[in-house]
């Protein structure tokens, strides 16, 4: 099996529903919900279909965390925006950081979460293959534009 | 400079460094690694994503 990048199909469903605080505002989101990133074994299979965050097929290692690791910034993603075009898009503040892990199985793969509402994904994100000796993994968002956002609405 | 290695905090300069990375249309990645006699004790790898999924909106016309 293998992972696949994808937005979430029930991450779309809560969207219409009103799930997902991305930034703070509005009747149902007085501040902006938290979420988390974890990290999945290139034998994992991740994709569009998972609803919540699981931890089959997660990597485990010393210095990691099942669930993974808090996104840190304050709020934690760029504040939802439309471009000059009709795509709205937002993306991660701060990059994500997994300090002084070891994980000797390779993974490709995060999903980010939301760990406010009860762990629901919001997006699975594919590169190639990694491992980690005592050492840091970093994952730098791309440039928050409406071509290159993390998230976007097309 | 020190470094974080499987046997603790080590000098760099007792150390093989090895650097490398890959950069493509989803990716940009970097990574180093240390090895002390062939053995690898310590590997970090830094990736900028490039690329995401985005989601389609439509809203259909009303008695097409």
């Known amino acids: 099996m293998a992972n696949t990048q994808a937005m979430c199909t029930s991450f779309k469903v809560e969207l219409l529903n009103g799930i997902h605080g991305f930034g703070a505002g509005g009747p149902a989101h007085a501040s902006a919900d938290s979420f988390k990133a974890a990290l999945y074994l290139t034998s994992a299979t991740t994709n569009a279909a998972n609803t919540v965050f699981t931890a089959s097929g997660e990597v485990s290692g010393a210095g990691y965390t099942t669930g993974g690791v ?23 503040t701060a990059s994500i950081v997994y300090t ?11 999903m980010i979460y939301n760990s406010t509402q009860s762990n629901k994904a919001v997006s699975v994100h594919l590169f190639g293959d990694q491992t980690i000796t005592a050492g840091t993994f970093t994952l730098t968002m791309p440039t928050n534009n409406e071509t290159l956002g993390l998230l976007r609405i097309v | 400079m020190l470094i974080t290695t499987t046997k603790g905090l080590m000098e760099e300069s007792l150390l093989e460094k090895r650097t ?4 493509n249309e989803d990716e940009r990645t970097t990574w180093v690694e240390y090895r002390l006699g062939g053995e690898l004790v310590h590997r970090s790898a830094h990736v900028t994503l490039k690329k995401s999924p985005a989601m389609f909106g439509v809203a259909e016309k009303i008695g097409g």
């Open chain 1, 70 to 92: 808090d996104l840190t910034g304050s709020p934690d993603w760029i504040a939802p925006t439309a471009g000059a075009t009709t795509t709205a898009y937002t993306t991660p």
């Open chain 1, 100 to 110: 002084t892990v070891t994980l000797t199985t390779a993974f490709n793969c995060v």
């Open chain 2, 20 to 23: 490398g990375g890959v950069d």
